[in-house]
């Protein structure tokens, strides 16, 4: 069954970087696109970037553009996402999502399906 | 960036009532559109996706509708694991967008 586990929960201060992982089990890492999405403590979803399947394509939203990076470790099934310049108001749950293919009629779309545990980043001096 | 406004912000119903949730888009976004449902300290789980399918294992009781900025989420018969927050989100343009989201709690 296709699983994602995340790295654990961790405490920065601001100014600092922080690169939470996420390993993929139970299907091809290669044939699936990865997302992040942070959730801040009693707030809605947002979504920070994506990274191709099948190659290292990436896109961001320019809210996070200079300062997140996602990547992917093929041989290890990890992917990684990393936030720097933190400041209080990264604060949040982080979640990695693997899309799954829906096609209906012949048209095909991709959203999200699996989500990994989530992983608290909380930032303070 | 598309803007999602759900309504109502909170839902209080009792089970068995039937719950509709709306979604309205900035703009059009087709049918690109999806539906989570997420209970506290869980990560989101996919109910539907182009506004109208249900993903794999979701009940019959929940089904979506709409098409251009406006959707809807229906309920038909709550059940009690049902109460929770429920999430649209836009895949039409980047950036990918999310609603602010609808509680639905028991009355």
């Known amino acids: 069954q296709v699983q994602l586990v995340q790295s654990g929960a961790e405490v920065k201060k601001p100014g600092a970087s922080v690169k939470v992982s996420c390993k993929a089990s139970?299907?091809?890492?290669?044939?699936?696109?990865m997302h992040w999405v942070r959730q801040a403590p009693g707030q809605s979803l947002e979504w920070m970037g994506w990274i191709a399947a099948g190659n290292d394509d990436t896109y961001y939203p320019q809210k996070f553009q200079d300062r997140v990076t996602i990547t992917k470790d093929t041989s290890a099934s990890t992917a990684y996402m990393e936030l720097a310049s933190l400041t209080s108001e990264d604060t949040a749950v982080y979640y990695c999502?693997?899309?799954?293919?829906?096609?209906?009629?012949?048209?095909?779309?991709?959203?999200?399906?699996?989500w990994g545990q989530g992983t608290l980043v909380t930032v303070s001096s | 960036e598309i803007v999602l406004t759900q309504s109502p912000a909170t839902l209080s119903l009792s089970p068995g009532e039937r719950a509709t949730l709306s979604c309205r888009a900035s703009q059009s976004v087709n049918s690109y559109l999806a539906w989570y449902q997420q209970k506290p300290g869980q990560a989101p789980r996919l109910l539907i996706y182009?506004?109208?399918n249900r993903a794999t294992g979701i009940p019959a009781r929940f089904s979506g509708s709409g098409s251009g900025t406006d959707f809807t989420l229906t309920i038909s018969s709550l059940e009690p694991e049902d109460f929770a927050v429920y999430y649209c989100q836009q895949r039409s343009n980047w950036p990918e967008t999310f609603g602010q989201g609808t509680k639905v709690e028991i009355k």
């Open positions: 999502a693997r899309e799954t293919k829906f096609c209906i009629g012949g048209t095909c779309r991709y959203y999200p399906e699996y």
């Open positions: 182009d506004a109208s």
């Open positions: 139970g299907y091809s890492f290669t044939s699936h696109s």
